[in-house]
């Protein structure tokens, strides 16, 4: 399979083009009114990443419906569009007795990886030791863990449930565990980078952050290009957390970060590819 690009993350949609809202969602609405006006189903994810040339890791970011749904959402739409959701993250509960067996369930019968966790709407740090047997479970099976670092807009959970700090101490636990800090890490991302940096198993993506955001001398996000040409080249991840931003806009800005050609590929394509062929075993 070719492809121009590789989203790391998109957000999981409906089996037909309807898609249920969680209640947490009414603070993104808030904040991304336009995201939430569009048509957020399944077709139009999969006509939109055809469009411009893009195949796509579908994550599944459970905030507070039934876990078990979830993944299998994820599951029929990899497996009905196979040439453009190239694979899928899982995800669980930590606070219920049986999350581990949950994400069983989701990577031995459902066909998906990982576990996607989300701090902010889960109520808890990502440090939190019910996550500890997950943790090692997901490094013990080669399985990456994707965490929503940095702000969060639900209206009940602390943005410090996001801090990317955390993500070092989950790194210096587990030194052989993948981990991705989905949103990269505002406005700690400072603190961001300085995680990737010490821990090369740590990747990031900027789902939903627009590039012309990340330019310029205000908005936080001024290190990042520098960063993603030199020290943490090979640990960043293209990502549009669809519906949040949609591709055609993400490839009009991306030349506005000014990456080398070599830095721009990496970023596009060959991190995420290396990672999804040492995850999945597919080579894109």
């Known amino acids: 399979m070719s492809s121009a690009f590789i989203d790391f993350r998109v957000r999981p949609v409906g089996s037909a083009d309807t898609v249920d809202v969680s209640p947490d969602d009414e603070g993104y609405a808030r904040v991304y009114k336009s995201k939430f006006a569009v048509d957020r189903g399944l077709t139009t994810l999969v006509d939109d990443l055809a469009d411009n040339n893009f195949v796509a890791v579908m994550q599944a970011e ?14 029929e739409a990899v497996r009905s569009h196979p040439e453009r959701l190239v694979a899928g993250i899982a ?20 066909g998906l990886k ?12 990502m440090t939190d030791t ?9 490094q013990d099976n080669g ?11 639900s209206p009940t959970g602390s943005i410090n449930f996001g801090r990317p700090v955390g993500l ?15 949103h990269g890490g505002w406005p700690w ?33 001024e290190p990042v290009a520098h960063w993603m040409n030199t020290m943490v080249s090979d640990q960043v991840l293209l990502a549009t957390d669809w ?19 070599e830095s721009f590929n990496k970023y596009t394509r060959l991190n995420a590819a290396k990672l999804i062929e040492r995850v999945w075993g597919t080579a894109l």
């Open 62 to 75: 459970w905030e507070d419906d039934d876990p078990v749904r979830v993944n299998q959402h994820v599951s």
């Open 91 to 110: 995800t669980t509960d930590p606070r219920l007795p049986g999350a581990l067996e949950i994400l069983r369930h989701a990577h031995d019968d459902l």
């Open 114 to 125: 990982g576990w996607n966790m989300q701090p902010g709407f889960l109520k808890m740090a």
């Open 130 to 138: 019910r996550c500890t047997e997950i943790f090692r479970y997901c």
């Open 143 to 153: 399985h990456p863990v994707t965490i929503h670092t940095g702000i969060n807009f």
């Open 168 to 182: 070092c101490e989950i790194a210096c636990e587990f030194p052989e565990l993948v981990i991705v800090a989905n």
């Open 189 to 221: 991302v400072t603190e961001t980078l300085a995680v990737m940096w010490k821990h090369p198993n740590v990747y990031a993506d900027f789902g939903a952050i627009a590039p012309k955001r990340m330019v310029g001398s205000s908005g936080g996000w």
């Open 243 to 261: 519906p949040m931003m949609r591709h055609d806009r993400l490839r009009r800005e991306i030349d506005l970060l000014g990456l080398s050609e």
